[in-house]
């Protein structure tokens, strides 16, 4: 039994922005590697076969050196690890860089006008989705692009951001996010700056939402008193499970549960292994253990998925976006019923978006 996903989290505007020459390939055809493997985990053919029916594209302004790297790859496969942050990026340098990705995620409508469709409301989402058109919502995973005075924010609204958190992991004008530590917790650091107060105020004023994966304790400890709003985490797991610091504990999903808020499921391999290792050779189980306590600290309507599709390694089970029918497949047999599937599927990120945005 199928049903349409609707994904918290994925970084393919990303591989957009590193290669715009090809970048009709990457979306209307698929990227095949020498051999003709099929690379990355996102395309348009591929959404299409494996249930996607849309989701959030982050705009991800990339460090100097990235921490994707080989070197990096290897530290996560060897816990423990303590990855250094890179310095923060100001504004200037990242505007262009998120301009850019924004840019390309405006083409991706128009390249494919019957098969996806930039939507800003619950509303469009749900009639996109009846239509059989894939919903794709402007993200920003790090708020370097906007300014301290947030003078860009409404701009940015205007070109379609509805969500957005206020870091990534390393450092920004507004915050601290938590480093790539295993084992950890994420407090790791101080809570928000002036700055990063007036922007979470801001952000319920526009009704955008705010994202706190990647943010420290103290910082989301923050968001809490400010926000009157559903806590929302994209793209992260449960820490009880898997010790990283990128992993949220008990009390933070407490604070989720009581705000109505939802975690979406993270595939990425290193915060779902309990070992902690970035190796997709890895079963069902993990998988299933994060799931069923989110789901005892969440409630039904707290949990969703998050993939982090084109910026995480993935487990094998799943291996791209056509794996989607496989994972639920897999919590059918796990003992889901199919309607708590088809409400981690897509109809809590629905309910959680109309929540906040209206309609």
Sequence with gaps: MDFPVFDGHNDFLLRLYNAPDR??????????????????????????????????FAIYIPSPIAHDSADYQALMDTPPYDLPLPDLIDARGAQPVALSMAAHLHWMARAAPDDFTLCTTATQIRAAMADGRIAGVMHMEGAEAISPNLDELPLWHAMGLRSIGPVWS??????????????????????????????????????????????????????????????????????????????????QLAMIAESGGLVGLNFATSF????????????????????????????????????????????????????????????????????????????????????????
Excluded at 47 to 53: D, E, L, N, S, V
Excluded at 330 to 353: D, P, Q, S, T, Y
């Design 23 to 56: 970048r009709e390939e990457l979306w209307l055809k698929g990227e095949t590697d020498a051999s003709g493997k099929t690379v990355g985990h996102l395309d348009l053919p591929r959404m299409r076969q494996g249930g996607f029916a849309g989701g959030l």
């Design 272 to 359: 779902l292994r309990p070992d902690g290792r970035q190796s997709p050779a890895m079963d069902w189980d993990p998988v299933m253990r994060h799931l069923d306590h989110l789901l005892a600290h969440l409630g039904e309507e707290g949990v969703g998925l998050g993939s982090d599709f084109d910026g995480a390694t993935i487990p094998e089970g799943i291996g791209d976006v056509t794996g989607l029918p496989a994972l639920l497949q897999a919590m059918i047999r796990h003992g889901f019923g199919a309607e708590l599937v088809e409400k981690i599927a897509h109809r809590n990120w629905l309910a959680l978006l109309h929540r906040i945005w209206g309609a």
């Design 170 to 251: 390393r450092p920004t004008v507004f915050g601290d996010g938590v480093p790539f530590r295993y084992p950890g917790d994420p407090d790791t650091g101080p809570g928000l700056t002036d700055a990063g107060r007036a922007l979470v105020r801001a952000c319920a004023e526009m009704r955008i939402m705010l994202d706190l994966s990647h943010m420290n304790e103290a910082g989301f400890n923050d968001v809490a008193r400010i926000s009157d709003g559903p806590l929302v985490a994209t793209h992260s797991n449960a820490h009880a499970v898997t010790p990283s610091t990128r992993n949220l504990t008990d009390r």
